[in-house]
């Protein structure tokens, strides 16, 4: 059991892929699915033309589609490897699920396109990764257009996200011109050809008179000066570096012509971690570990319109999971036997029998569930709680009907707890008035419509104008200072903590500034 446990462990590779809308993360994470015999044809993964509705309609699309794309969990196997990638809802989708799937994932593949580099999503995702201290993979996409100049791209990602990087393969030409990737590790010259299929050459290096036959001298001329300058100039490999998430391997390449998204998918596996031991009250919890264990990163309701249930997704952090398993819900003391588990593929819902450390499995939820709960089988501990990441909409909600008070509070209050949204109060002056905060705007309607559907309560919503919120940490004396007219609202959130809401980026900074003495923080504790 134990080395069954092992080995497991260490074929598994669950990651995210951290983007801006548009660079590719469809067309990417369906190739690696044709990779691994996942799918059998493009366009499977999921409908395009799905995600460009307006996010008004986002409700019909859900029961359309049965299951959301904001849930999928797709996996694979690859020449040995269990891949497990968890997809990050981007678009109108973005929302603090979003965030939290990346707690629950061990590396990150950072997806830019060549012609947009580093875009604002992408620097949010990034920095959630960075504060885990998560390794981060970049593949630079769309090489086969006109895009910015590989060094320039080289110069953003590390003045625009703080991370030195080393490119692992470099482009010959780009645009019209593009010819193909130099694999610097593997001495590679992979050639591409808008009429054929891709082809792989070994050379002895970047002067290989073969690379000049190729593409031509100009070309070649260029490459092996632009090598020997990444060669003395660039940072070097550095495999702890890239482990510890300090050095960010980068890879070129086409995704929608498929041009080196195996090479990359080899070399990624090979380089990215393993699960990893995570963090508990009771001290590191390590995968190998043969006791069952994980924590719920997020709760997907109304996933069936026939049952309007929802799923609990678990990262599993320990152990092997059986269908059937009695385990104990840590947070409320009670033991459950998980009868139902679901993995999800796609469309397609499959019962699963068993999973191994890394793997997600989402839990048929009668409304049990919280994000950040842990399970585990054996003994009473709990995973560390996943903060609460920046709002980003702002809105003040009153109750239509007094009549329907309780509803009212016990839907605020569960919805809350589930994670569906974020809730503080004002405290400063007048009445006590309930805000509501979420990363996306989809997560409002998500809300409204909740309300009303499974607790029957209508409510007024009042849009505020904060676009911005951080924590202030630690005590603060006279906290009504921190309330500047109409261009901040300082207000508490259930464990107390204090956030001060801005309208504008500029007003936060400058606010900041004038602030050094205290803390301010883009994620609750
Ligand atoms: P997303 O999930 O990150 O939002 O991006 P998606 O894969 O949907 O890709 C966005 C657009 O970029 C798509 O074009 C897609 O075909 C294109 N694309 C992806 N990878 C590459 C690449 O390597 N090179 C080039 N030239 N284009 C790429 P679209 O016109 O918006 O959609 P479609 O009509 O092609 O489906």
């Given at each position: 059991?134990?080395?069954?446990l092992?080995?497991?462990?260490?074929?598994?590779?669950?990651?995210?892929?951290?983007?801006?809308p548009?660079a590719?993360?469809?067309?990417?994470?369906e190739?690696?699915?044709?990779?691994?015999?996942?799918i059998?044809?493009?366009g499977?993964?999921?409908?395009?033309?799905?995600?460009?509705h307006?996010?008004s309609?986002?409700?019909?699309?859900?029961?359309?589609r049965?299951?959301?794309?904001?849930?999928?969990?797709?996996?694979?196997?690859?020449r040995?490897?269990?891949v497990?990638?968890?997809?990050?809802?981007?678009?109108?989708?973005?929302s603090?699920?979003?965030?939290?799937t990346?707690a629950?994932?061990?590396s990150?593949v950072?997806?830019?396109?060549?012609?947009?580099?580093?875009?604002?999503?992408?620097?949010k995702?990034?920095?959630?990764?960075?504060?885990?201290?998560?390794?981060?993979f970049?593949?630079?996409n769309?090489?086969?257009?006109?895009?910015?100049d590989?060094?320039?791209?080289?110069?953003?990602?590390?003045?625009?996200?703080?991370?030195?990087?080393?490119?692992?393969?470099?482009?010959?030409?780009?645009?019209?011109?593009f010819?193909?990737?130099?694999?610097?590790?593997?001495?590679?010259?992979?050639?591409f050809?808008?009429?054929?299929?891709?082809?792989?050459l070994?050379?002895?290096?970047?002067?290989?008179?073969?690379?000049?036959?190729?593409?031509?001298?100009?070309?070649?001329?260029?490459?092996?000066e632009?090598?020997?300058l990444l060669?003395?100039?660039?940072?070097p490999?550095?495999?702890e570096?890239i482990?510890?998430?300090?050095?960010?391997?980068?890879?070129?390449?086409?995704a929608?012509?498929?041009?080196?998204?195996?090479?990359?998918?080899?070399?990624?596996?090979g380089?990215?971690?393993s699960p990893?031991p995570?963090?508990?009250?009771?001290?590191?919890?390590?995968?190998?570990?043969?006791?069952?264990?994980?924590f719920?990163?997020?709760?997907?309701?109304?996933?069936?319109?026939?049952?309007?249930?929802?799923?609990?997704?678990?990262?599993?952090?320990s152990?092997?999971?059986?269908?059937?398993?009695?385990?104990?819900?840590?947070?409320?003391?009670?033991?459950?036997?998980?009868?139902?588990?679901?993995?999800?593929?796609a469309?397609?819902?499959s019962?699963v029998?068993?999973?191994?450390?890394?793997?997600i499995?989402?839990?048929?939820?009668?409304?049990?569930?919280?994000?950040?709960?842990?399970?585990?089988?054996?003994?009473?501990?709990?995973?560390?709680?996943?903060?609460?990441?920046p709002?980003?909409?702002?809105?003040?909600?009153?109750?239509?009907?007094?009549?329907?008070?309780?509803?009212?509070?016990?839907?605020?209050?569960?919805?809350?707890?589930?994670?569906?949204i974020?809730?503080?109060?004002t405290?400063?002056?007048?009445?006590?008035?309930?805000?509501?905060?979420a990363?996306?705007?989809?997560?409002?309607?998500?809300?409204?419509?909740?309300m009303?559907?499974?607790?029957?309560?209508d409510?007024?919503?009042?849009?505020?104008p904060?676009?911005?919120?951080?924590?202030v940490?630690?005590?603060?004396?006279?906290p009504?200072?921190?309330?500047?007219?109409?261009?901040?609202?300082?207000?508490?959130?259930?464990?107390?903590?204090l956030?001060v809401?801005?309208?504008?980026?500029?007003?936060?900074e400058h606010?900041?500034?004038?602030?050094?003495?205290?803390?301010?923080a883009?994620q609750?504790?």
């Amino acid at each position: 059991m134990k080395d069954e446990l092992q080995t497991e462990v260490s074929r598994r590779r669950t990651f995210a892929i951290i983007s801006h809308p548009d660079a590719g993360k469809t067309t990417l994470t369906e190739k690696l699915l044709l990779f691994g015999g996942a799918i059998r044809e493009a366009g499977s993964v999921k409908g395009r033309k799905a995600k460009k509705h307006a996010a008004s309609d986002w409700m019909d699309l859900e029961k359309q589609r049965g299951i959301s794309v904001t849930s999928s969990v797709l996996e694979f196997t690859y020449r040995g490897y269990h891949v497990n990638i968890l997809d990050t809802p981007g678009h109108q989708d973005f929302s603090e699920d979003t965030y939290r799937t990346l707690a629950a994932a061990d590396s990150a593949v950072m997806l830019i396109d060549c012609a947009k580099g580093v875009e604002p999503q992408t620097i949010k995702l990034f920095e959630v990764c960075a504060k885990r201290g998560i390794p981060v993979f970049t593949f630079i996409n769309k090489m086969d257009r006109h895009g910015k100049d590989p060094f320039d791209l080289l110069e953003e990602i590390e003045s625009v996200l703080g991370m030195r990087s080393h490119p692992m393969n470099w482009p010959v030409g780009i645009g019209s011109e593009f010819c193909g990737i130099y694999n610097r590790h593997r001495s590679r010259l992979e050639r591409f050809d808008r009429q054929k299929d891709a082809r792989q050459l070994d050379v002895e290096g970047p002067d290989d008179p073969l690379i000049r036959e190729e593409v031509g001298d100009l070309l070649a001329d260029q490459l092996s000066e632009e090598i020997a300058l990444l060669d003395i100039a660039g940072d070097p490999y550095d495999f702890e570096k890239i482990r510890n998430g300090e050095l960010t391997p980068v890879f070129f390449g086409s995704a929608v012509t498929n041009f080196g998204v195996e090479a990359f998918l080899e070399d990624f596996l090979g380089l990215a971690p393993s699960p990893s031991p995570r963090e508990s009250d009771q001290g590191l919890i390590q995968p190998e570990q043969p006791d069952f264990s994980g924590f719920v990163f997020k709760i997907q309701a109304n996933m069936n319109p026939a049952h309007r249930d929802r799923v609990a997704f678990l990262r599993i952090c320990s152990g092997k999971f059986e269908r059937g398993m009695n385990v104990r819900h840590v947070r409320t003391g009670k033991n459950l036997k998980l009868a139902q588990p679901q993995q999800f593929m796609a469309r397609d819902r499959s019962i699963v029998e068993e999973a191994y450390t890394g793997d997600i499995v989402g839990l048929f939820d009668p409304g049990q569930f919280r994000v950040g709960d842990t399970l585990c089988e054996k003994g009473s501990f709990q995973f560390e709680p996943l903060p609460k990441f920046p709002p980003e909409h702002f809105a003040k909600i009153t109750n239509k009907n007094a009549m329907r008070y309780k509803q009212y509070q016990k839907g605020l209050e569960q919805l809350v707890e589930e994670g569906a949204i974020q809730k503080y109060r004002t405290f400063l002056s007048g009445p006590e008035e309930i805000i509501i905060g979420a990363v996306g705007e989809l997560q409002f309607e998500v809300f409204d419509h909740r309300m009303k559907s499974e607790y029957g309560v209508d409510l007024i919503f009042e849009r505020l104008p904060f676009r911005f919120a951080r924590w202030v940490k630690g005590a603060v004396e006279n906290p009504a200072r921190l309330q500047q007219g109409r261009r901040t609202l300082c207000v508490k959130d259930d464990e107390e903590q204090l956030l001060v809401l801005f309208d504008s980026e500029f007003f936060m900074e400058h606010f900041i500034q004038q602030n050094r003495e205290l803390t301010f923080a883009k994620q609750s504790d």
